[in-house]
Each structure stands twice: as structure tokens, then as C-alpha cells.
């Protein structure tokens, strides 16, 4: 099975500030006939489920903010919210579906203001 | 617009069995388009996915909850099921459906995109 790694575990960030988020998958995500990283990320604020955000690493869902973005290949992601905005705060996950099942997520990065 | 709702017991005892639903409206679950899957979340904790099932009742689980899980299907009712038997208090989480695209089938494995609708969730706590 693939195995996410996030870091860090929590990050504080000011509002308008950059927050980076990584996630670290134990072998590549990258299919090689197409060139696409088998990467997704979710937002989950308090209390919510977990919202699709980004698949294929880079792809923003509808309606996600522009501030929002991932890029990275092989094992290797990052997702960076430009400039933080209050309604960021949340717990950010990764996922990889190159392999599935099982599904497997990484374990979760808390964003918060500083 | 799809909605998933999950029902069931908020409380269930040690060693007995965790029985929810998830009720589907807004769409048909009858596509081989579509996964439908079970996650959890500990309280605090990360996201745990448990098993998926297509309407046609092709299942697959966790590895590690394998032997205490079976996801069920009912397309006339628009539903899928989750028991999880023999339960502890390790077993106490919000339990989420939702659904998941199918990449299609190879080898006898079908493939998965990520989860793109999810219900609210509903807390089971196992406790005498």
C-alpha cells in the first residue's frame, strides 16, 4: 500500500500570508502513459466532511479560490494557499488514487492563523 | 445536486455490531460510473477509509477492517450499508459515506478516482 506523509503536522500562518503545505507519498503517484500525478487534496473545517479541492495535483476543483494551488510529481506535493484568508482555517489532507484500494490519505496538516 | 445522508445508532456496546446507512438523493446510485464508499475519523484524528461498493455489489475493504466488515447495497432504496462487527471503543468515530468515481477495471481490480461527494457524517461511540 502507498503511504502518505504530510508535514508539517500544524502550520500558523498570518492572514495574507503564504501557507505550504507537503505530502510525501512512499512510492510514485505518476502514471507514466499519461503523465499524471495520481494526487488529490482535501480542505475539512470544523465540524464539515472533507472537501474535494485539488485532483490530478494540480487541478482545482470548481469554485476553489485561485489562492488555492498544488503542484509537485512523483512522490512529491505541495499545496500553497497564497494569501491566507480566515475561512483557510482547516485541516488539509492528501490522497493518492494511483493504487486504490485501499484508499489511503495522508494524516492531516491543521492550518491556523497566527 | 447529489446529497448523501448517513443514519443510524449513535451508541452501540463493546463487541456488538455497528450498523449504518447511507441514503442517496438526488441521482441514481445504478451506474457502473460510481463507487460508493464508507471513511471514518476518529475524534481528532485523520480520515480512515473502510471500504467502497458499486451498485452491482462488487465490494472492496481495508486490509485492516477486512474480517469485520461487509458494505451492502440496496439500489431499489437508493442506499448502501456498512456493518462492522465486534466493535471496541477503537472503533468510536465519525463515520462518513461517499461517493467516488470508478477509472475503470483491470485484473479483476476496479480503480478509483477521489471521493467528490460526502455526507455530514455521523458520530458512533462504543461504550458499555
Known amino acids: 500500500d502507498i503511504v502518505m506523509t504530510q508535514s508539517p503536522d500544524s502550520l500558523a500562518v498570518s492572514l495574507g500570508e503564504r501557507a505550504t503545505i507537503n505530502c510525501k507519498s512512499s512510492?510514485?503517484?505518476?502514471?507514466?502513459?499519461?503523465?499524471?500525478?495520481?494526487l488529490a487534496w482535501y480542505q475539512q473545517k470544523p465540524g464539515q466532511p472533507p472537501k474535494l479541492l485539488i485532483n490530478?495535483?494540480?487541478t482545482r476543483e470548481s469554485g476553489v479560490p485561485d489562492r488555492f494551488s498544488g503542484s509537485g510529481s512523483g512522490t512529491d506535493f505541495t499545496l500553497t494557499i497564497s494569501s491566507l484568508q480566515a475561512e483557510d482555517v482547516a485541516v488539509y489532507y492528501c490522497?493518492?488514487?494511483?493504487?486504490?484500494?485501499?484508499?489511503?490519505f495522508g494524516q492531516g496538516t491543521k492550518l491556523e492563523i497566527k | 445536486q447529489l446529497q448523501l445522508q448517513e443514519s443510524g445508532p449513535g451508541l452501540v456496546k463493546p463487541s456488538e455490531t455497528l450498523s449504518l446507512t447511507c441514503t442517496v438523493s438526488?441521482?441514481?446510485?445504478?451506474?457502473?460510473?460510481?463507487?460508493w464508499g464508507w471513511i471514518r475519523q476518529p475524534p481528532g484524528k485523520g480520515l480512515e477509509w473502510i471500504g467502497s461498493?458499486?451498485?452491482?455489489?462488487?465490494?472492496y475493504y481495508s486490509p485492516s477492517l477486512k474480517s469485520r466488515v461487509t458494505i451492502s447495497v440496496d439500489t431499489s432504496k437508493n442506499q448502501f450499508s456498512l456493518n462492522l462487527n465486534s466493535v471496541t471503543a477503537a472503533d468510536t468515530a465519525v463515520y462518513y459515506c461517499?461517493?467516488?468515481?470508478?477509472?475503470?477495471?483491470?485484473?479483476?481490480?476496479?480503480?478509483?478516482?477521489?471521493?467528490?461527494?460526502w455526507g455530514q457524517g455521523t458520530l458512533v461511540t462504543v461504550s458499555s
Open positions: 490530478w495535483a494540480s
Open positions: 461517499a461517493r467516488h468515481p470508478s477509472r475503470g477495471c483491470s485484473g479483476g481490480t476496479c480503480y478509483f478516482y477521489p471521493f467528490d461527494y
Open positions: 461498493i458499486c451498485y452491482s455489489g462488487s465490494a
Open positions: 512510492q510514485s503517484v505518476l502514471y507514466s502513459s499519461n503523465n499524471r500525478n495520481y
Open positions: 438526488g441521482g441514481s446510485m445504478s451506474s457502473s460510473s460510481y463507487y
Open positions: 490522497q493518492q488514487y494511483y493504487t486504490t484500494p485501499p484508499c489511503t
